[in-house]
């Protein structure tokens, strides 16, 4: 199982055309939201169509008005004014309620999007994540789902409101005069040329702006996650130029965007204006041949822009469809993208598990082996240790067991029964692993213990704290254990986060246990005391050990050496040490030159 990094070009990825998008799976997906939130829609047309009611009668009034001008009735007048004064309240009254209407929609849909959006990053198999930095999926989350929100919120409800609105706004101009209401009419679908104009050349710049943005997220995220070593090595120079090269592209595309965008928009706005001279030339004649009123004229102004408006969203819902293919590419890529399925298969049964791997074989790239013919079994309950040169393979072999990735040849058992057998959700609750890349989360150090089993009590995560060896430094903390660690556990040591790491895996109380490497940051004693209370905690699960630090492994009950993807060696400490292979050279490089007893 593997997934290839996103595209990172224009010319890198097949273009989507606005009509593939509009059949696209995830675009509907999208779309399904609308479903959730009908009444926000429904509400937020509903005060759009009074709104252009209002502007009917608006509009009417006025030509009622204009038509008795000069000489207005002083009944009439009043009547009159006081409509206009009901109808501004009632605008006024109608736009509150619909910005109100359309805000809580937008805010709705926007977190309901990044909500979908995030728990589907996280359904994903590891290998997206290890092949796609984090800062693509930061752009997707924000600047790309922006982009396909502005569809989803505005122009939907827009799409529905304004051809109706148009429907009636014609119709009444049409019985002003049907002159009139022709030109009105015309003007929208000659607007609606506009789309065709630069078209290529649009979505080629919304690309380039949205790969700038791309950029500025990209180093922002690797300055702020490395700023240690940005400062430490003084790179802060090389990160202000890398910004102003960024800087200057991310202008000129922007302004060409921009360009393209302010042509396409006088192309869209001409047909009006030419309308709008041609309504006034018409109207003119109309009245003077006695035909039409001064107040039809004045409707014909007051709703001109009420009938082109439908095809003018039109344009812009067009456009937005245009930018989104390119700029949302990223996003609809990656919601493609299949989820892993955890929930599939038979359970793991509670207890120390068997483990077994036969002639494994797999690569991260192909041609270059990671792992090749392994083979090696852990009796359940027993506890094994990895051992061998940096790029063995060890850490390949504990993403296999968590099923991170699939094995290319060979079979992974658990209990004799295949690893794909097994839900993989059932395998993970059953593991725990304590990692030499400790995470830990920007909390307090008992949130991120009970980040081992969410729900546990107090007095269970003062345990595993106290089993762990972390008790005695949290308590020396402001609030014990109750202190705020920082992004990251940034105000703790290397080894106390390795502590609260090893206190997570025992809140755990998992079946098979792995320890990375779960001493390299303890000093001698801690170790020690480490070693002694692991029997106490993890008496009754499996256990796989992978360590450099051969004091690590002193009682392991099996030990493999691998090297460059390969079992090189196995057997008991006692065996491998009274023979001469790789397991006791590596031994007596540690112990200075001298061979020892393990025990």
């Not at 040329?193 to 919304?206: I, P």
């Not at 051969?550 to 090189?568: K, N, P």
């Amino acid at each position: 199982m593997s997934l290839q990094p996103l595209s990172k070009g224009t010319s890198e990825a097949p273009r989507k055309s606005v009509f593939s998008l509009l059949k696209d799976r995830t675009f509907h997906d999208l779309l399904s939201i609308i479903k959730k939130y009908k009444w926000y829609y429904v509400s937020a047309v509903g005060s759009q169509l009074l709104l252009t009611a209002a502007a009917l009668l608006f509009a009417d009034t006025s030509r009622r008005l204009f038509n008795m001008a000069p000489n207005v009735p002083r009944g009439s007048l009043a009547n009159i004014l006081l409509v206009f004064a009901c109808i501004a309240v009632f605008q006024l009254v109608f736009t509150f309620i619909n910005n109100w209407i359309r805000s809580a929609l937008n805010e709705s849909v926007v977190y309901e999007m990044r909500r979908n959006i995030l728990g589907h990053l996280q359904r994903l198999p590891l290998s997206f994540h290890e092949h796609n930095h984090s800062s693509n999926s930061v752009n997707i989350m924000h600047n790309e789902l922006e982009i396909a929100k502005n569809f989803i919120v505005f122009d939907v409800q827009r799409l529905i409101a304004l051809p109706i609105s148009f429907i009636f706004v014609g119709i009444y101009l049409l019985s002003v005069h049907p002159m009139l209401g022709l030109i009105a009419i015309a003007i929208g679908p000659l607007q609606m040329l506009s789309s065709l104009v630069l078209k290529t050349k649009f979505k080629q710049a919304a690309e380039l702006q949205n790969r700038v943005t791309r950029d500025v997220f990209f180093t922002i995220g690797e300055t702020l996650h490395g700023i240690r070593e940005v400062k430490s090595n003084q790179m802060e120079n090389n990160v202000d130029s890398r910004m102003a090269e960024i800087q200057q592209r991310g202008v000129a595309y922007n302004v060409l965007l921009t360009n393209i965008s302010t042509i396409r928009s006088i192309v869209k706005d001409l047909p009006g204006h030419l309308g709008y001279i041609a309504g006034i030339g018409i109207g003119a004649a109309l009245m003077a041949a006695g035909e039409i009123g001064a107040g039809g004229l004045v409707a014909f102004i007051t709703l001109l822009d009420k009938v082109a408006e439908p095809f003018t969203v039109l344009v812009d819902t067009i456009n937005n469809l245009q930018r989104s293919v390119s700029g949302a590419r990223r996003l609809y890529e990656v919601m493609d993208m299949a989820e892993e399925d955890t929930m599939t298969g038979q359970s793991l049964a509670p207890g120390a598990p068997s483990v077994s791997f036969d002639e494994v074989a797999f690569q991260y790239v192909e041609g270059t082996a990671t792992l090749q013919n392994l083979s090696f079994s852990i009796p359940a309950g027993s506890s094994l240790a990895l051992v061998g040169p940096s790029g063995a393979g060890k850490s390949t072999i504990v993403k296999l067991l968590y099923r991170f990735y699939d094995p290319e040849q060979g079979t992974v058992t658990l209990n004799g029964k295949p690893l794909e057998s097994y839900a993989i959700h059932s395998v993970r609750e059953r593991m725990a692993l304590v990692s030499q890349d400790i995470f830990l989360f920007d909390g307090t150090v008992a949130q991120n213990i009970e980040v081992g089993r969410p729900g546990a009590t107090r007095d269970e995560i003062i345990r595993a704290a106290k089993l762990a060896q972390a008790y005695d430094f949290i308590e020396a903390l402001p609030r014990g254990i109750d202190s705020e660690i920082g992004e990251r556990g940034i105000k703790l040591s290397h080894g106390q986060k390795q502590r609260l790491s090893i206190a997570r895996a025992i809140l755990r109380d998992a079946s098979l246990l792995i320890l990375d490497e779960p001493t390299s940051a303890l000093d001698v004693e801690t170790e020690a005391s480490f070693q002694r209370d692991l029997g106490e905690w993890a008496s009754n699960c499996t256990k796989i050990i992978i360590a450099h630090r051969l004091s690590t492994i002193r009682e392991a009950d099996f030990i493999v050496f691998i090297d460059q993807g390969e079992v090189v060696e196995s057997g008991t400490a006692e065996q491998l040490l009274s023979r001469n292979g790789r397991f006791r050279s590596y031994w007596e490089k540690q112990s200075g030159g001298m061979y020892a007893e393990i025990t």
